[in-house]
Every structure is written in structure tokens, then in C-alpha cells.
């Protein structure tokens, strides 16, 4: 049975990106509802979600659908990820197995699964959406895994569009900000993808020792001159990072080299407080009237203060907003109902 899954962005070409991000403009304005009658998604929450599992939900019932909600090790059983596990532990399912089984179930199933293990070179490659989407005989969705959360990168590309018009050329920052722990590089590697799509000039601001995996960074600056757009500025000055941008994307992430060693990571962000986005800072960004974008949660007056989250430029809740919209379009298009 073929099957297309949704596990990066890149994995479709960028007149197919072009049409869900029509489709989920249409689908905002009112146009299109139904299409999704007697279908199913299963969702398999590994980690904790708000927009995911809401958005998710709501879309499933505005087009007619139904979803289920699995949080292994909770409401269903602790699954185990290793391939040829001997599993005399404490997981009691293979997501081999579960996998084939919700294949059965329901007609789409999404994955969140953040970063486990200690090594990068084995968490980037992302096994266990991957072996889910292996093993299912069902399109996988994946609602965020170690390398990429591509439902929010949707969105993300949507509000550029939203809030700038046309966003070619524009400067686009993805700003790092300091957190009280390491997070994964997916939001901020797909956040700069969305403005690479775009065909945006991109700048990342983030200190020494906090660069994206290489081969994102590639990746980005590939994307970026395909589509019109330029990847031209590292900076490790926060205040130098944002003069002249159209948008802020504030995001905090861990540093690749000390992944798996929380006490050196924690010791290596330990002076860094003062990466955040201030309205002081906001005042250096075109006109001082940058969009302010974070995918949420945030840490408010850590990474961004109150009088930026709740200013005018602010387009956070737009964005979480659109989640809603990009996924409408996505499930439209994966089970063929458009």
C-alpha cells in the first residue's frame, strides 16, 4: 500500500510546500471544511504537549475526524525503541509492533518523540519516528522529533507570509536564548527551513559553542539560495544579531558538543542570562517594529521580556494559532481529500 509519510519538510519539494501553505490559507478564510469523515489519527505522545495534541484534535473534528491520544507509559504501554531489544525491562511494547497495529487502526498516525541517548551522532538520526513511520503501513505525521518539528515549521512559513507579504529578501534572526536547560535543535533548524523556504536573508545570533548541527546549517544555507534568499551572518553579539530585522525568531537550544552532559552544558550557559529579546534590543530591528516570533512555551522575562510578548510586533499566538491551519491542510492532503 503506498503511503506518503510527513516527516521533514525537505522530504517534499517546494512547489508542495507552496500548495499546503495555499491550501491552509484557504482553509483559514472559511473555504473548506469536511474531508476527513470516517478517518482516524492516532497520536503517540512520548513527550508532553499543548498546541500539538489541541491542534491535532480540533483539526481531526472540524473536518469530520476522530483522534486518538496514546502517551506511552501513561494511558498505553512504555514502548521500546531499540531495534533487537531483549526486553526483561521495564518497556513492555516494541514500537515495531505498535506501529503495524495502529497502522490497522487509523488512517494517519503522528509521533512526538524528543531526544534520548547520549550520543548525537545516534539521537540525530532520528530512529524512532523514522522506524514508526518503517513499520506503519499508514502515513506517520511527525509532530516533533530530535532534528525536526516540521507542523511547526508549516506554521512558521505561513505567518512570514502573514506578517511580511512577501518575505523574499527580508532579514529573518533566529535569536538563541538563554533557558535553565538544553533543548533540542529542532524548532530553531526548522525555523530557520521556514525562512530559507521563503527565500529570506538569515542571520543566526547565538554564542560561541552553540551552533546547529552542521549538516542543518547546510542544509539551511542550501534551501536558502535555491529559493531567491541568503544565509550570510553567524553573530555572537545578541545586540549586533538583531539590528536591521524584519523578524525576531527567539529560540533557545543546547550545544551539540555537550549533548548528553548536563552538568557541562549547564556549566557552559551559565554566564549567558543576557541573551534574551528586550524591548531595548527590539528598538535596533527595522523601524523597531520587527515580528516577534517563538513557537511556545516560552520563558517569559528569560528568553523574551513581557513588553515584547505582549507588544504589537508580537506574533506568537498568531503563529501557535496557525498550527491549526497548516495541519488542517496537511491531513487534507495526506489522506486525499482536498
Known amino acids: 500500500m503506498s503511503k506518503r509519510d510527513f516527516i521533514t519538510v525537505e522530504d517534499w519539494n517546494g512547489e508542495e510546500i507552496d500548495a499546503l501553505l495555499a491550501l491552509a490559507a484557504r482553509i483559514k478564510r472559511g473555504e473548506l471544511l469536511g474531508g476527513l469523515e470516517r478517518k482516524v489519527m492516532a ?3 512520548m513527550d508532553p504537549s499543548l498546541r500539538t495534541r489541541t491542534s491535532f484534535e480540533t483539526a481531526m473534528f472540524l ?6 491520544v496514546l502517551e506511552p507509559g501513561k494511558s498505553s504501554w512504555s514502548l521500546e525503541t531499540e531495534p533487537g531489544a531483549v526486553m526483561d525491562g521495564t518497556t513492555v511494547e516494541h514500537i515495531k509492533d505498535a506501529a503495524q497495529v495502529l497502522g ?3 488512517d494517519v498516525v503522528g509521533v512526538r518523540s524528543f531526544p534520548r541517548g547520549a550520543d548525537w551522532n545516534v539521537v540525530r538520526e532520528d530512529r524512532t519516528v523514522r522506524d514508526f513511520a518503517r513499520y506503519c503501513e499508514k502515513p506517520v505525521i511527525n509532530m516533533e522529533s530530535s532534528r525536526r518539528h516540521p507542523c511547526q515549521q508549516l506554521a512558521d512559513a505561513m505567518t512570514l507570509r502573514e506578517k511580511l507579504g512577501d518575505p523574499r529578501g527580508k532579514r529573518f534572526v533566529l535569536l538563541w536564548g538563554w533557558h535553565p536547560k538544553a533543548l533540542p535543535t529542532a524548532v530553531p533548524a526548522s525555523a530557520a527551513l521556514a525562512a530559507a523556504h521563503q527565500g529570506m536573508e538569515i542571520v543566526i545570533g547565538r554564542p560561541d559553542g552553540y551552533e546547529l548541527d552542521a549538516e542543518d546549517t547546510a542544509l539551511i544555507r542550501k534551501i536558502a539560495q535555491a529559493r531567491g534568499g541568503e544565509f550570510v551572518h553567524i553573530m555572537n553579539d545578541p545586540d549586533e544579531a538583531v539590528v536591521g530585522a524584519d523578524v525576531v525568531y527567539v529560540k533557545s537550544w543546547g550545544a551539540v558538543k555537550h549533548f548528553g552532559q548536563p552538568e557541562e552544558e549547564a556549566a557552559f550557559r551559565a554566564g549567558l542570562r543576557d541573551w534574551k529579546l528586550t524591548a531595548q534590543r527590539l528598538k ?3 523601524g523597531g517594529q520587527a515580528t516577534v516570533m517563538h513557537c511556545l512555551p516560552v520563558r517569559r522575562n528569560v528568553e ?4 515584547v510578548l505582549d507588544g504589537p510586533t508580537s506574533a506568537v499566538v498568531d503563529e501557535a494559532e496557525n498550527r491549526l491551519h497548516v495541519q488542517r491542510a496537511l491531513l487534507l492532503a495526506l489522506l486525499g481529500k482536498t
Request: proline letters at 0%; glycine letters at 10%.
Open 43 to 45: 497520536m503517540v505522545f
Open 304 to 307: 523574551i521580556d513581557d513588553a
Open 104 to 106: 490497522r487502526y487509523a
Open 284 to 286: 535596533s530591528t527595522r
Open 63 to 68: 473536518h469530520g475526524g476522530h483522534a486518538v
